[in-house]
């Protein structure tokens, strides 16, 4: 396999394997959250907070793996 074919394919693995992990995350996260409003209406500014905060660090994890196979993409 010549070099480029060996980057895209490296790139691709990246981002896909990459975005399964923050993906999931997000899912459990959201869904913890709506299951704890339910429980507690009162604490849904409080729980919104900490939700956001938590999907933007699972989030962060997807852009680092995107970041990765921009680089190998085009190097």
């Known amino acids: 396999m010549a070099a480029a074919e060996l980057s ?43 939700m956001i905060l938590g999907i933007a660090f699972a989030e962060a994890v997807a852009i680092y793996a995107l970041v990765i196979a921009l680089i190998l993409k085009f190097t």
């Open 8 to 50: 895209s394919l490296g790139s691709a693995l990246a981002i896909g394997l990459g975005a399964i992990g923050p993906g999931i995350g997000i899912g459990i996260v959201a869904g913890k959250a709506v299951e704890a409003i339910g429980r507690n209406p009162e604490a849904e500014s409080q729980v919104r907070n900490t």
